[in-house]
């Protein structure tokens, strides 16, 4: 059965199609390498001996997505990933964000509503929820005011397929609510690459220990949790990978109760930034050096997943710790570095 995986060579998406190869998948992969590169190819082959189809591809290029569609008439399910993430960046650079998130979703959808049957994975964003006034966090909290252009995109992306999906009961979806994706393949073949100075946590704990970066910045010491720093749902990438081929599973199989339903998709654990710099200090051997500084705009104190719809509905759960996405996030950091 063959699957499409749009941003496939990027950091989820990479990790998404091994495990769909390694459930017997055929995959094709589209990417337009703007913020990922052609050796993550290699990565994925090294991994499962099987080299997926690749196509270098813009999806803000109507015409193309029309002609691969048209190409590939044969696909069975499609899990999109192909998006900007950075959230800094959506601020100053909305257009950028609304075009490529927004545009290409409409686009693939518009190419989907043509075919008889569809089946179409979204990769949305525990950032749809803002600062949730319960913990931990179900499906059904309310969604806040984004934050961010790069927020707005996830949640104007989840309503534009939710309204496709209302008129076109052809087309089934699953949109995943992500919480902190963190880790590398145990293999070390694959990872994430973040471009420039990292924004996100653990890229730049590594980097800051492997002796790039000085030091690491705390952002905020005085929020009310228990050692005063902001807490999130770390979840390892391979977890998460996994969890998109049960999704997928779930609509070729047509368990789904709806034609749109959304999973959050996290450990359920909340685990402070010490915490985070606590376990990545057990499972290198180095202690890391970081001070605590005044907040970053935007955070939320506090975020971590209610798993029950996962565990239950999807039959989905996580196996590997904090310490697990740790380990394997430092050996990737020292391999990459290495050569
Ligand atoms: C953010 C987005 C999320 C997006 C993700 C990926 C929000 C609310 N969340 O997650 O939707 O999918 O980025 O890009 O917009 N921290 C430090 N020092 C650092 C970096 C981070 O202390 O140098 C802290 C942050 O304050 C936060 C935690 O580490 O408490 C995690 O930060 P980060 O990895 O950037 O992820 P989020 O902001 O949670």
Redesign the pocket.
């Known amino acids: 059965m063959k699957i499409l995986v749009t941003g496939g060579l990027g950091f989820i998406g990479s990790h998404t199609v091994v495990e769909l190869q390694n459930a017997g998948f055929e995959v094709l992969i589209i990417d337009n390498l703007e913020n990922s590169t052609i050796e993550v190819l290699d990565g994925i082959t090294n991994i499962t001996k099987v080299r997926p189809h690749f196509q270098k591809l813009d999806l803000r290029v109507k015409e193309d997505v029309k002609s691969y569609f048209k190409t590939h008439n044969d696909i069975a399910g499609i899990i999109h990933f192909a998006a900007n993430?950075?959230?800094g960046e959506s601020v100053n650079e909305p257009l950028k964000y609304y075009e490529n998130n927004i545009n290409s979703l409409v686009y693939i959808l518009q190419e989907l509503c043509k075919l008889n049957h569809q089946n179409f994975i979204f990769s949305s964003?525990?950032?749809v929820y803002?600062q949730a006034d319960t913990l931990p966090i179900t499906e059904n909290a309310p969604v806040k005011p984004a934050?961010?252009p790069?927020?707005n995109t996830?949640q104007i992306g989840e309503e534009i397929i939710r309204d496709t999906c209302r008129i076109n009961d052809k087309l089934s979806s699953i949109a995943l609510r992500?919480f902190?994706?963190i880790g590398a393949h145990p293999t070390t073949e694959i990872g994430e690459l973040p471009i420039g100075v990292?924004?996100?946590?653990?890229p730049?704990i590594t980097q800051t220990a492997i002796g790039m970066r000085e030091q690491?910045?705390?952002?905020?010491g005085n929020y009310a949790t228990p050692d005063g720093?902001?807490?999130?749902d770390y979840i390892h990438v391979v977890d998460l990978a996994k969890a998109h081929v049960i999704a997928l599973q779930r609509l070729l199989e047509q368990k789904n109760k709806s034609n749109f339903e959304v999973f959050n998709l996290g450990t359920g654990k909340g685990s402070s930034?010490l915490d985070?710099i606590t376990s990545f200090e057990k499972v290198s051997g180095k202690k890391l050096n970081y001070q605590i500084v005044d907040?970053?705009e935007?955070?939320?104190v506090s975020?971590y997943a209610e798993t029950t719809s996962a565990n239950t509905v999807l039959g989905w759960k996580t196996e590997l710790t904090l310490d697990d996405a740790m380990d394997s996030a430092w050996k990737w950091e020292q391999k990459i570095r290495a050569k």
Not at 198 to 202: A, F, I, K, S, Y
């Open positions: 993430k950075a959230v964003s525990c950032t803002g934050e961010s790069y927020g996830k992500y902190n994706p990292p924004q996100n946590l653990v730049f690491l910045s705390v952002f905020g720093t902001c807490i999130r930034v985070a907040r970053r935007g955070d939320v975020a």
